[in-house]
């Protein structure tokens, strides 16, 4: 939702093409924006060194995205790495166990996020936070669905005594909506800066450039990735 003049947002960006997106949406809706990563020891940790890139690239594209971009954050999250077992942390093969959920899963990751990103938003007195989750399009991940993050909010403006608002402006888009979303956001500058820059895949390769950017072109967020913009561009 559209936010008053003078609000501000903190903005959960990893770095992928989803939290990008997020954060030019943020940059056209509130008068200030700061951004928030995490280190958890993904394999694909080259996302990390695209953040400071794609901010840079996003503020090159519009005088008031230069101005209402503010402090980046960056949190090392490690030990969640130390403690979860999945194809995410550790060099193992990307299967399905027994409950359908895919071994990329890392449990309690979202939940960690957004935890610490209300922390941050506590200390900076900031109201909304905005994550790139997705129930639409999802790799069936549980803590991306509406009702995970409703209830998250609920607990932390308990557990906080506040009155965040998780925003989620993905949250009922596919992934061809969200290429679209760029475009209606920053254009083809935008779309551009999101193919060359932004990362998704799980391998953390970026070796061949694909038409909708660099990655593996097999894992499930290069072919979500790859099936998005290919349904988009039929569609324009
Ligand atoms: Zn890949």
């Not at 940059?27 to 394999?43: K, P, S």
Request: aromatic content about 8%; hydrophobic content about 40%; charged content about 25%.
């Amino acid at each position: 939702m559209p936010a008053e003049i003078g609000e501000v947002a903190l903005v959960l960006f990893s770095g992928g093409q989803d939290s990008t997106t997020c954060l030019a949406w943020a940059l056209t809706n509130y008068a200030r924006v700061e951004t928030i990563g995490f280190d958890y020891g993904q394999r694909h940790g080259v996302e990390l060194t695209q953040r400071p890139i794609i901010r840079e690239k996003l503020a090159g594209l519009d005088t008031d995205w230069r101005e209402s971009l503010g402090e980046d954050h960056v949190i090392d999250l490690r030990v969640l790495g130390e403690i979860s077992d999945t194809a995410m942390t550790r060099d193992v093969e990307i299967t399905t166990n027994e409950k359908g959920l895919p071994s990329t899963f890392v449990p309690g990751r979202n939940i960690m996020f957004l935890t610490f990103a209300a922390a941050v938003a506590y200390r900076r007195d900031i109201k909304h936070i905005v994550g790139g989750m997705c129930e639409t399009d999802f790799s069936g991940y549980p803590d991306c669905r509406d009702d995970t993050i409703k209830a998250l909010q609920v607990a932390l403006n308990l557990g906080m005594e506040s009155r965040f608002v998780l925003e989620t402006p993905l949250m009922w888009r596919d992934k061809a909506a969200t290429w679209a979303l760029a475009d209606e956001l920053g254009g083809h500058a935008l779309v551009n800066i999101i193919i060359e820059h932004t990362h998704t895949c799980y391998l953390g390769e970026r070796g061949e450039r694909h038409e909708w950017g660099y990655g593996c072109g097999l894992c499930p967020a290069c072919e979500l990735r790859a099936r998005g913009w290919r349904e988009w561009r039929s569609a324009a």
